[in-house]
Structure formats: C-alpha cells, structure tokens
C-alpha cells in the first residue's frame, strides 16, 4: 500500500525556516518525479517544488524561488522541503506528491499524503 506522511510543519516567525519531510511507503522513490504542492486556507493549490528521479533536476515556483530546497535521500524514501526567509504568504497546508517518471511534475499526480499547516505569523 502506497503511503506518503508529510512533517515538520508548524507555527513560524515571519523570516524564520522550517524543514519538511515526506516519508514514502509501499513505493520507490526512484520511480517517480516528486512534488511538494500547497494550498493555502480559500485558495487553489499551488505547486511549489518538483525533483526529477531521472537527474535530480529541480524546479521552483517563482514565488518560493531562492528560499525554499527540494532534495530526497533515496536510502530512506523520504524527501524533503527546506523553507527559509519564511513569508506570511507562505501559510498553507504543504502536500507531497508522486508524480510519473520524467514528467517534472507536469503531469497529474500518482499519490499524495494528508498535509501538514505551515503558519507564518507574528
């Protein structure tokens, strides 16, 4: 059974940083492209990150560019979303998400996991 537990959230400083973690099961990280997407509360989901399994290549929206890094550690399934110079408008619930092989996270996801709140606020 497929599974992806996100973590590490929480109520953040605006300036302050905060390090995600999804945890996969039941699947191998090497086969897919994985994501990190948002959705903040009202809002549409946004995606924020993608992480090709083929290259490595990564990939930003504009509005995290140059704060927030996407990296995985294939030994433990597990990727990661490290979130610095932390924005009030980066408040959301962050969701990570498997998406087909080489695809750079274009296509529709796989799988994705329950989310875990950011809050940035003073």
């Known amino acids: 059974q497929v599974q992806l537990v996100e973590s590490g959230g929480g109520l953040v400083q605006p300036g302050g940083s905060l390090r995600l973690s999804c945890a996969g099961s039941?699947?191998?990280?090497?086969?897919?492209?994985m994501g990190w997407f948002r959705q903040a509360p009202g809002k549409g989901r946004e995606g924020v990150s993608c992480?090709?399994?083929?290259?490595?290549?990564?990939s930003y929206a504009d509005s995290v560019k140059g704060r927030f890094t996407i990296s995985k550690d294939d030994s433990k399934n597990t990727v990661y979303l490290q979130m610095n110079s932390l924005k009030p408008e980066d408040t959301a619930v962050y969701y990570c998400?498997?998406?087909?092989?080489?695809?750079?996270?274009?296509?529709?996801?796989?799988?994705w996991g329950k989310g875990t709140l950011v809050t940035v606020s003073s």
């Open positions: 998400a498997t998406y087909p092989y080489g695809t750079s996270c274009t296509y529709a996801m796989n799988y």
């Open positions: 039941g699947f191998t990280l090497d086969y897919y492209d």
């Open positions: 992480i090709k399994s083929s290259d490595g290549t990564t």
